[in-house]
């Protein structure tokens, strides 16, 4: 009966594995999201300080 528990524990530890791996790619993707929103916004704030400072 000890083999059960034993595949019991890795299957859980394996599970945990997983959930930390998918946990981490979650808020790398988070970054990224966040890195090219803020990069976007500044983007826009720069090509509109030019349109307007070249404006006639």
Known sequence: M?????????????????????ET??????WYFLAYFLFG???VAFVMIYAVRHAH
């Open 2 to 22: 000890s083999e059960p528990e034993e595949t019991g524990r890795e299957t859980d530890a394996s599970l945990e594995k997983r959930r930390l791996a998918q």
């Open 41 to 43: 916004i500044h983007f």
């Open 25 to 30: 790619k979650n808020e790398r993707q988070v």
